[in-house]
């Protein structure tokens, strides 16, 4: 099993440019997350998902949207990069059977907006 | 969300145990105390988790007193390899699949030879 993966590992955007940041995970988990890490901030979710062809906003949704249009995949989109969206960006995945299930993260994808 | 408060940062010597307590004096009757740890360059991982009393795997060792308003999280002989950033959570273990969980700043362990 790979785990949870991220697809790229490292970006660099132009203020204004649009890219989409793919989270697949082989685990066959219904629950998909995708945080946000800035530098003394901790983690911050931005959007989750419930299951295939669902989705919710997070604590910090303003930005980006997701689509999961495969149970397996969680894609997040910036339509228009902002400096301030420069950070590394954690998915995350649980099963969510038989209630608390661990959070499976991937290793990051380091986005930079100039 | 009970709010979670833990040292921002803390340094060891290789060999010695490291105890770092987290406080949740608004935890609620049904959440659960987890912890995940990060190294630097990797996403978070569980490390352990408990309701009450001593919870123990081959981690690390969890403490929770009767009241549950703080927990202490144990590692054992800490190696230069256990160096990261260690995270409290608080949240209902039964709310279903998706947990409403907050990663807050989380205490840096620094390793030291």
């Known amino acids: 099993n790979a785990g949870v993966t991220q697809t790229p590992k490292f970006r660099v955007l132009k203020t204004g440019q649009s890219m989409t940041l793919l989270c697949a995970q082989d685990?066959?988990?219904?629950?998909m997350y995708w945080y946000r890490q800035d530098p003394g901030m901790g983690l911050r979710l931005i959007h989750y998902?419930?299951?295939?062809?669902?989705?919710a906003k997070g604590e910090v949704p303003d930005g980006y949207n997701v689509s999961r249009l495969k149970k397996q995949n969680f894609l997040l989109g910036l339509e228009s990069a902002a400096p301030s969206q420069t950070s590394v960006y954690f998915c995350a995945s649980n099963s969510g059977t038989g209630g608390w299930s661990e959070q499976f993260f991937g290793p990051g994808t380091r986005l930079t907006v100039l | 969300l009970a709010k979670t408060t833990q040292p921002i940062s803390m340094d060891s010597y290789e060999g010695q145990e490291v105890n770092i307590t987290c406080s949740h004096n608004?935890?609620?009757?049904?959440?659960?105390i987890t912890w995940y740890q990060q190294f630097p360059s990797q996403g978070p991982r569980f490390i352990i988790q408990g309701y009450k009393t001593k919870v123990t795997n081959e981690v690390a060792s969890l403490f929770i007193p009767a009241d549950r308003k703080s927990s202490t999280l144990s590692l054992p002989r800490v190696s230069l390899s256990d160096t990261a950033v260690y995270y409290c959570?608080?949240?209902?273990?039964?709310?279903?699949?998706?947990?409403?969980?907050?990663f807050g700043i989380g205490t840096k362990l620094q390793v030291i030879p």
């Open positions: 998902s419930v299951g295939e062809g669902t989705t």
């Open positions: 959570l608080v949240g209902d273990r039964n709310s279903g699949g998706y947990q409403k969980v907050t």
């Open positions: 685990m066959n988990h219904e629950y």
């Open positions: 608004n935890i609620a009757t049904n959440d659960y």
